[in-house]
């Protein structure tokens, strides 16, 4: 005689969600067990047991990673939607609280990190002490991710793609140019400079998945040249550092070098290029996730800041 299948739990085991979304996360048991400082049969016997309890399969592997099956994707997305709901729940009680508490989570491109700091973030921390801010450097597409899934309420991308789901509050025009100091011989042609130009000199290029490094790689199909780099590093300091120091050549844009420019240390030059010369940042925020009375202040001065407070914004 054939059995009825076990019907579904009453209620879903917190840690078993949790290893199980930072599994998926992560792309891989391993990398999701050395972010959380667990073993990794800890976390397979978490997501085994959710299996269990649900009757289906929800992970599969591939290779050394993980992925979801079609059930553990509607599951991860509940999830994400859960965590979305709480935090908009406790963003709700901390309202009664007049801005005194709570926490808010930023992930940001690393050129903005400084113009942020000072803007922004030490003045704001100042007047709202009990209140906790997390400011997390990212390349462009975990800046993407982390505000999509929840993680981050707030991102500040550098040619983003700006995916479904995800609201563009402000943009503003920022062209990457050509970095170099100021006595290379770069800065005694006409601007903009010929894209050639440029190559001619040792590349130093951020890494892959960052915004810069798309616009790059987007500039090297339509141009069909080929950008050899003598140097790559996920680090514009370490980039900046190349360029100083030798006569090397690397692309970033200008907000990303206040202090540098300003003391007369590195020059930018516009490149005559659409790709480059049209490159825009980007405040973003999920669509439909309401923000805690704290955040909503912290977007709004984040605005109101340049380069961003040049431009018209959008109501949230």
Same mark, same amino acid.
């Given at each position: ?80 939607? $859960?965590? @979305?709901? =709480? ?6 009680? /901390?309202?009664?609280?007049? *801005?005194?508490? #709570?926490?808010? &989570? ?38 993407? $991710?982390? @505000?999509? =899934? ?6 500040? /991308?550098?040619?983003?793609? *700006?995916?479904? #789901?995800?609201? &563009? ?50 500039? /090297? ?96």
């Amino acid at each position: 005689m054939a059995h009825d299948k076990e019907p579904f739990p009453a209620h879903l085991n917190s840690r078993w969600l949790h290893y199980f979304s930072q599994a998926l996360d992560a792309g891989s048991i391993r990398t999701a067990s050395d972010r959380l400082d667990v073993e990794p049969s800890v976390i397979s016997r978490q997501i085994r047991q959710l299996e269990q309890a649900l009757g289906m399969t929800l992970v599969e592997r591939h290779g050394r990673g993980v992925r979801a099956t079609e059930a553990g994707g509607i599951l991860l997305d509940f999830y994400r939607e $859960r965590d @979305v709901a =709480e935090q908009t729940l406790l963003g709700q009680l /901390a309202e009664l609280d007049g *801005l005194q508490r #709570g926490h808010i &989570s930023l992930a940001i491109s690393e050129g903005y990190s400084d113009r942020l700091m000072s803007g922004v973030m030490n003045d704001f921390c100042a007047r709202h002490p009990q209140l906790t801010v997390e400011m997390n450097l990212a390349n462009v597409n975990d800046v993407v $991710r982390q @505000v999509y =899934e929840g993680q981050a309420h707030i991102g500040i /991308a550098y040619a983003p793609r *700006l995916t479904p #789901g995800i609201e &563009s509050v402000v943009s503003v025009h920022q062209p990457l140019c050509a970095i170099v100091h100021p006595r290379h011989p770069l800065t005694r042609l006409p601007q903009p400079l010929a894209l050639d130009a440029t190559l001619e000199w040792p590349l130093g290029l951020v890494g892959h998945g960052y915004g810069i490094r798309q616009l790059i790689d987007a500039a /090297a199909v339509i141009s069909k040249r080929h950008f050899h780099a003598s140097l790559v590093s996920n680090s514009l300091a370490t980039l900046k550092q190349y360029v100083s120091s030798g006569d090397g050549v690397t692309f970033i844009g200008r907000v990303a070098l206040l202090h540098e420019l300003r003391r007369g240390q590195l020059v930018a030059l516009e490149i005559d290029h659409p790709v480059f010369q049209e490159a825009e940042a980007h405040v973003i925020v999920r669509r439909q996730r309401p923000l805690s009375p704290a955040a909503k202040q912290l977007l709004r001065e984040i605005v109101d800041l340049w380069p961003f407070g040049e431009r018209e914004r959008v109501d949230w």
